[in-house]
């Protein structure tokens, strides 16, 4: 928990523990550090804060000062993809598909076809995106 916030510990008659205790001065610092307390306001809360048997005796040192703000959420990345990538696919099933139809019509396997698949799917790998000078950093 980054902050105080009483409404987590249930009614006001709850006793707390030293752990809530040490919350409330760690946002009571906090607070000070912001400028909403003096020095003097801010030794007399941390004092009531230490010396606080329920919820009730922590939430009154809260009421004039505002809530937490919750953290921001980071923006979820979108992943475009590039449609060049799929320019090698595309002209494998092309080929492929010419081939079987090749095939159905004629009744003779295209032996040409195969050294013509092995050149496409090379160079799909020479000139796709991750083959090229290496950047170091």
């Not at 009483?6 to 006793?15: I, K, L, Q, S, T």
């Not at 707390?16 to 409330?24: K, L, N």
């Not at 906090?30 to 020095?39: E, Q, V, Y």
Request: aromatic letters at 10%; zero cysteines; charged letters at 20%.
């Amino acid at each position: 928990m980054t902050d105080f916030s009483p409404a987590v510990f249930g009614p006001p008659a709850v006793r707390v523990g030293t752990a809530e205790r040490e919350q409330a001065a760690e946002a009571l610092g906090r607070h000070f550090a912001a400028g909403r307390l003096d020095l003097d306001e801010y030794d007399d809360r941390v004092g009531r804060a230490y010396a606080a048997k329920t919820t009730d005796e922590l939430t009154i040192l809260f009421a004039d000062l505002p809530q937490p703000a919750p953290a921001p959420t980071p923006p979820v990345p979108q992943h475009r993809r590039d449609p060049r990538l799929l320019l090698p696919a595309i002209g494998l099933a092309g080929v492929l598909a010419f081939a079987t139809a090749f095939v159905i019509a004629t009744h003779i396997v295209p032996f040409f076809i195969f050294p013509l698949l092995f050149f496409v799917v090379l160079r799909g790998r020479r000139f796709g995106p991750h083959y090229g000078p290496r950047r170091m950093g």
